[in-house]
């Protein structure tokens, strides 16, 4: 007699987990065996974003120490300041985001300043380089959950860097830079733009086109809480 997980192996009789359900436990420090990749996700279509979250979560859940930077989301006027992620990620340990956008959007008569929109992506630009250097020192060890991102991380995701990148108001110099600079244990997630960013691309191991064959937005519908924010 067997229960749901597990089987009889025929030449022993004895039984075996080979249909075991996947568990969950407590979330401990540890440190990822083979991060050290680059992965750019671009396209016009939607979920960017939504894989780069989801991709940190699994990693925060093995115990890796993960942060989201994000450009160019500073909020417009339909989206929340609250979004659904950053609840989540308060959550979650070893999990941690800064917003660096500026409200409004690049280029669409919104209102917004792009000159400002130009500042807090510099800025942005520079925080990254401060992680990537501090994660030179993450090295083999764990990285408390608590710990600041200026301690070093395992998986940075810059959140529209390609897009900051693809609209000028970062130079594509320096996105590279970032790659090629980056400790080997660091695992970077690249996301953003409509535009293939053949910059990127051409140095990474994972390239992804996320592509659009219909969108609520195309029906009259808006940003929606829950999928969007």
Known sequence: ????????????GEQTASDRAPTAEAIEPSTPEEFGLVQVWWGDGKGK????????FRAAGHGYRV???QFMKGGTGTVEDTRGEYNAIERVLGFTYENTGHYGWHG??????????????????????EIVEASESTGDEPVATDAPADAGVHMLILDEVLYAANRGLIDPEAVIDLVETKPDDLELVLTGGHDRPEFACERADL???????????ESGHAARKGTEY
Do not use: C, Q, Y
Not at 207 to 217: F, Y
């Open 49 to 56: 974003t939504t894989a780069a979250l989801g991709m940190g």
């Open 67 to 69: 942060h989201m930077l």
């Open 1 to 12: 007699m067997t229960d749901d997980h597990t089987s009889t192996d025929r030449s022993t």
């Open 108 to 129: 669409f008569l919104d209102g917004s300043d792009d000159d400002e929109h130009d500042a807090k992506a510099a800025a942005a630009l520079a925080r990254a380089r």
């Open 207 to 217: 390239v992804t086109n996320v592509r659009k064959e219909a969108h609520p937005i």
